[in-house]
C-alpha cells in the first residue's frame, strides 16, 4: 500500500519528543522554542516528501505539492502542532504528519494531480497561550482582526509582541488570507477524542460537521438565610431552582439526536454550610451541528428556567458568552471521504459528528470543507493518556491520501 505506516509513526513519536514533560505529556505553545524546534522538524519531513514549504504572515507553516494547474485552486489539508498545557502526542499533530506522508506517497509512486495541494500546521489552534485559539486559520480566512492581536499570555505578552518575537510582522497579517477561489477543498485528519469509534469497532470515521458551542452564564439570585432558622416553604433558595433548571436541561438535551449540554461551572453565593445561598450561577455550553435545533433547546432552557425562577419569586440573568456556528461538512468532501473509505478497504465509514472544534470550522462557507476521525483509546485527549494505534493511524492516512487525490484529479 502507498501509505508508510511506519514512517509516519517514527515521525508521530519523535515530533512528540519536543516539549514532552516528565509525566509523559507535551507542552508546545505558540511563538515559543518548543514550537520553533517542532516547526523546524515538520520543515524537515516535509523537505523529504519533496514540498516546497513556506511560512505565512500568521506564522502558518505551510508545505505544497504542485498539481499539472498550477493555477488551478489548491486542496487545501493539514492541522496544528501547538498542544494544551501537558497534552497528548496526536492531537493535531496526527493531521499535519499524516497528510505529509500522503503526499510523499504521491511523490514516491510518481502519482499526478491537477490541483496542487497544500500541507498546512496551523498557528496556535488550542489558544492555550493567550486564551484565544485558531489564531493561524482565522487569519487564512480573514476573520483575525487586528485587535484580536491584543490578548496576552499570563507573562502580559500580547500575541502581536510574540509574533514580533518570533520574527512575524503583525500588520501584514492580512497577507495570510486566501481568497474563496484559491480553494477547492479543505479535508482534515484528527483523532476523534471520544469514544464513538472505539464503541463502534471501527478505525476511522467520517465526520459530517463540527458543532458549534453556545455558551451562557446563567445567574439565579434569591434570598439568603440561616440554614436551621429559616422554614423550608417561606425560603427563597435560588439553588433549589437551579437543581429543577439543570434536571430539565439534561433531560430536555437527551431528546435532540445531536446535541450536548455541560454545566462545568457552579457557585453558590455566600458559600457557607450553615447558609441558604443567596445566589447561584452556573455555566452551560450547548453544542449541536444543526443550529435550528441548537437554538430551539436554547429556547425551551430559557423559557423553563423563566417559569421556574417566576414560580419561585426569584430573578433570573442569562449573559451570552459565546456563540459559534456549527460548520457542517460539505457534500463534495463527505462524498470523497466516503469513496475513499471504501477504496482503503474499509468499507463504508461510520457517520458522527464533531463536538470539539477544529481549525476547519473557520472555513465553513468560505470553500467546502470535511473532516477524518481516527480512533481514540478510551476517548482520552487534552491528557498524557491520549492514544490512537499505529495501525489505526496509518489506515487514518490512507483513508486521507485516497480524499485527497479525489479532490485532487
Not at 194 to 200: C, D, I, S
Not at 356 to 362: E, S
Request: with cysteine.
Amino acid at each position: 500500500m502507498a501509505i508508510n505506516a511506519g514512517r509516519l509513526w517514527k515521525r508521530l513519536m519523535e515530533l512528540g519528543e519536543i516539549g514532552r514533560r516528565e509525566s509523559g505529556g507535551v507542552t508546545r505553545f505558540s511563538f515559543t522554542e518548543e514550537e520553533r524546534s517542532a516547526k523546524d522538524l515538520v520543515v524537515r519531513y516535509m523537505r523529504e516528501a519533496g514540498l516546497s514549504v513556506r511560512e505565512d504572515a500568521a506564522g502558518n507553516l505551510i508545505g505544497r505539492r504542485e498539481g499539472s494547474d498550477p493555477g488551478a485552486p489548491v486542496i487545501l489539508t493539514g492541522s496544528h502542532i501547538d498542544t494544551v498545557p501537558d497534552g497528548g502526542k496526536f492531537d493535531g499533530a496526527l493531521g499535519v504528519l499524516a497528510a505529509v506522508e500522503a503526499l510523499q506517497a504521491m511523490e514516491e509512486q510518481g502519482v499526478a494531480t491537477v490541483h496542487p495541494i497544500e500541507v498546512a500546521a496551523f498557528t496556535d489552534e488550542e489558544g492555550s497561550r493567550f486564551g484565544f485559539g485558531m489564531l493561524g486559520s482565522r487569519a487564512m480566512a480573514g476573520t483575525l482582526r487586528p485587535e484580536d492581536l491584543g490578548h496576552k499570555d499570563a507573562e502580559g505578552i500580547s500575541i502581536a509582541d510574540a509574533m514580533r518575537s518570533a520574527g512575524l510582522r503583525p500588520e501584514r497579517l492580512h497577507e495570510a488570507a486566501k481568497a474563496p477561489e484559491q480553494v477547492k477543498a479543505y479535508v482534515e485528519l484528527h483523532i476523534e477524542q471520544g469514544k464513538v469509534l472505539e464503541n463502534l469497532g471501527a478505525p476511522v470515521g467520517l465526520v459530517t460537521g463540527i458543532a458549534g458551542p453556545l455558551w451562557q452564564q446563567i445567574t439565579i439570585t434569591g434570598q439568603a438565610g440561616h440554614a436551621g432558622a429559616t422554614p423550608m416553604n417561606l425560603r427563597k433558595d435560588p439553588l433549589q431552582a437551579a437543581a429543577e433548571v439543570l434536571n430539565y436541561i439534561y433531560a430536555e438535551t437527551a431528546e435532540f439526536p445531536n446535541a450536548v449540554a455541560t454545566v462545568g461551572k457552579l457557585r453558590t453565593h455566600p458559600g457557607g454550610i450553615n447558609v441558604i445561598p443567596g445566589e447561584v450561577q452556573f455555566s452551560l455550553d450547548l453544542r449541536d451541528i444543526d443550529e435550528a435545533d441548537r437554538n430551539a433547546l436554547e429556547g425551551r432552557i430559557r423559557d423553563y428556567a423563566s417559569q421556574v425562577c417566576r414560580k419561585r419569586g426569584l430573578e433570573l440573568k442569562i449573559d451570552l458568552l459565546q456563540r459559534v456556528a456549527p460548520a457542517p461538512s460539505s457534500p463534495e468532501v463527505k462524498e470523497a471521504v466516503a469513496c475513499a473509505g471504501r477504496l482503503a478497504g474499509l468499507g463504508d465509514l461510520p457517520e458522527l459528528v464533531s463536538g470539539a472544534g477544529h481549525d476547519g470550522m473557520q472555513f465553513s462557507g468560505k470553500w467546502p470543507i470535511g473532516m477524518i476521525f481516527v480512533r481514540s483509546r478510551g476517548g482520552i485527549s487534552h491528557h498524557p493518556g491520549e492514544w490512537s494505534s499505529e495501525a489505526d493511524c496509518g489506515l487514518g492516512a490512507r483513508v486521507l491520501y485516497h480524499a485527497l487525490l479525489r479532490l485532487a484529479r
